[in-house]
DNA sequence: ATTATAATTTAGGCAAATCTAAAAATATGT
DNA sequence: ACATATTTTTAGATTTGCCTAAATTATAAT
């Protein structure tokens, strides 16, 4: 497997979880950054190495060694942002980048023993579970904060977009994984929420609210 | 800097060292495991990055550019190779692949929380010296085991074969970096060496004598 | 000095991954 | 249902890094 079929791996596995359908070639395009073309061109190639199977017009779906190679990937990415932000003094806006390099050398004895030398982790510092060496994972129901209930207590455990710029908004409102967030007021004219974090209170506006996960604690 | 960029600018460096003079195409494709043809190419096109200059026919040199970009290269690749069998278990003739991949990733943030973690180390674990955040070292004057001489102490400090054969042997034969060596007898027919390690004699082929560096203690 | 040999470069081609532009297939609106 | 719009695919070009084979330049030998 090639760098880039790698990424196009895992983005047919995220847009697959995402909207629970076969990829359409012009989604893909779109999270890959790249023009529908070289989508088809890349869905062919993974078509005959049997990563997916892909009918003309219609979307690509993956094969079980395909979904298990993304997984892989998948895995080793969130490994390597535990030990960037354990180890290296990364902050969470900072990691991905560098993961998606790291995430690509493919050594089962690296991320083995990376795995445990940081302590077999379940989270990597999004909130986003880690697949242990068989490719398990389990998957904690994410609730978002545009649909969490007022009055209730929710604590902080990922978020969707993860730029720099909104996990830099995060930090510097104190909101980080773990943290414990009560829902205080929703505003029905522009669907900004107020919450409670300790004692301060701060309004978020509804894109915030769209893109970070809850769980009831 | 692609991969292939890099690779090859390493490679120059390593020559460049070793025989104090212009790299010749041969030589670098060689290196490479390449063809002439292709080592012609990249030279081309490293020299109009201005990392090298060039004499067609003659031998390539690096520039300060080249050769400091170089220097970053091993940089990371010693530093990786470190945190390898530090951190994660590897043994010295394990590490070499993987670093090839890890030496890749451009990130000074990286490379210098790396430098922090692991304690600033000045030798990666087959004794070559681990250039600073400037890129300066100190480079130790080796002696090979072919020439130390007869009734000496010395400490192993480094190899030059890094071959995953000739570290196994070592390993087998109980030397690693730090070894104690005192050299009991050279025998003038075959060039092999006999050597005390602590109480045990064991004797080596000059093969292995070429590819052994000490220091005297 | 001229020839043989070795080293280097050039020329032309290939595969991967991308692009633009155009063609083909599918979906949509009235 | 049929024209129009959208999506997808194909065709052809480009770049990078590599190759083989041929041509060129340098070096060595007599």
């Known amino acids: 497997m090639t760098l880039a079929e790698?990424?196009?791996?895992?983005?047919?596995?995220?847009?697959?979880?995402?909207?629970?359908?076969?990829?359409?070639?012009?989604?893909?395009?779109?999270?890959?950054?790249?023009?529908?073309?070289?989508?088809?061109?890349?869905?062919?190639?993974?078509?005959?190495?049997?990563?997916?199977?892909?009918?003309p017009y219609q979307?690509?779906?993956?094969?079980?060694?395909?979904?298990?190679?993304?997984?892989?990937?998948?895995?080793?990415?969130?490994?390597?942002?535990?030990?960037?932000?354990e180890k290296l003094n990364f902050s969470w806006d900072e990691v991905h980048e560098v993961a998606e390099h790291l995430e690509h050398i493919n050594s089962d004895k690296l991320v083995n023993e990376l795995d445990a030398f940081l302590g077999f982790?379940?989270?990597?510092?999004?909130?986003?579970?880690?697949?242990?060496?068989?490719?398990?994972?389990?998957?904690?129901?994410?609730?978002?904060?545009?649909k969490a209930e007022v009055g209730?207590?929710?604590k902080c455990i990922g978020v969707d977009d993860t730029s720099s710029k909104f996990l830099k908004y995060l930090d510097s409102n104190n909101i980080g994984l773990g943290t414990i967030i009560?829902?205080?007021?929703?505003?029905?004219?522009?669907?900004?929420?107020k919450l409670g974090l300790g004692k301060v209170e701060i309004v978020v506006s509804q894109s915030v609210a769209k893109n970070l996960y809850l769980k009831k604690v």
Chains 1, 2 share one sequence.
């Open 182 to 193: 009560k829902i205080l007021y929703k505003e029905p004219f522009d669907n900004s929420i």
């Open 152 to 154: 209730i207590t929710y």
């Open 6 to 55: 790698e990424n196009y791996l895992k983005a047919i596995y995220h847009l697959e979880q995402q909207f629970k359908k076969g990829v359409s070639t012009n989604a893909l395009a779109e999270e890959m950054k790249t023009k529908a073309s070289s989508a088809t061109d890349m869905i062919k190639k993974l078509a005959e190495k049997n990563m997916l199977t892909h009918i």
């Open 121 to 146: 982790p379940t989270y990597d510092p999004h909130g986003d579970p880690i697949p242990d060496k068989e490719g398990n994972f389990t998957y904690i129901e994410k609730i978002v904060l545009a």
């Open 59 to 85: 979307g690509a779906t993956l094969s079980d060694a395909g979904r298990d190679y993304a997984v892989k990937v998948i895995r080793r990415h969130r490994l390597w942002e535990v030990f960037l932000v």
